[in-house]
């Protein structure tokens, strides 16, 4: 699957959260995306919900009027991710987070995220998805213009969000 743009899915892809045993939300989210099986988490379906973000997003333009970076910070979505075939699910409350992204001349772009964010790897990605995960730390990735994203870079912590779906 081929995604629009890098910003198409920062929503799903670079979302500040961070890992607590709370309820799932009772607001009703900002967005819902399901994914099928394969393409996020392996084996079912995976249904990513979020809420209540309180993010501010800034582009900086070069003298030709052309977006060359953007930075995006402050406190993400509420985030529930819920399997699909056992209707197992888990909520991260929102945390703070950080992405400043560079915007190539080739159209390629590399991004650098700091804090709670969750970044989902699809089959044509590198390394090769399915996988969602929880990184709290820094992680550096980049995109080509055709959509594939490149994880470049992690430093912290991370937590497997279809493996804590696949335990419920």
């Known amino acids: ?46 249904r990513v919900e979020g809420a209540d973000s309180k993010r501010h997003y800034k582009e900086f333009e070069d003298r030709n009027g052309n977006v060359v970076k953007s930075i995006e910070a402050g406190k993400g ?49 590198v390394p090769s998805g399915p996988s969602t995960t929880l990184y709290l730390g820094r992680v550096v990735y980049t995109v080509t213009t055709e959509g594939v994203w490149t994880l470049e870079s992690t430093a912290g912590q991370s937590v497997d969000i279809c493996a804590a779906l696949r335990t419920r």
């Open 77 to 125: 979505y509420t985030l529930t991710f819920t399997n699909l075939t056992t209707k197992a699910s888990i909520t991260f409350e929102s945390n703070g987070s950080v992405n400043r992204t560079t915007y190539n001349a080739d159209g390629t772009s590399t991004s650098s995220v700091t804090g709670h964010n969750v970044l989902i790897f699809f089959p044509t990605d």
């Open 1 to 46: 699957m081929n995604r629009k743009s890098p910003a198409s899915l920062a929503v799903v892809a670079s979302i500040a959260a961070t890992l607590c045993g709370a309820p799932a939300a009772t607001a009703a989210p900002d967005f819902s995306q399901d994914l099928p099986a394969g393409l996020a988490c392996a084996g079912f379906d995976l």
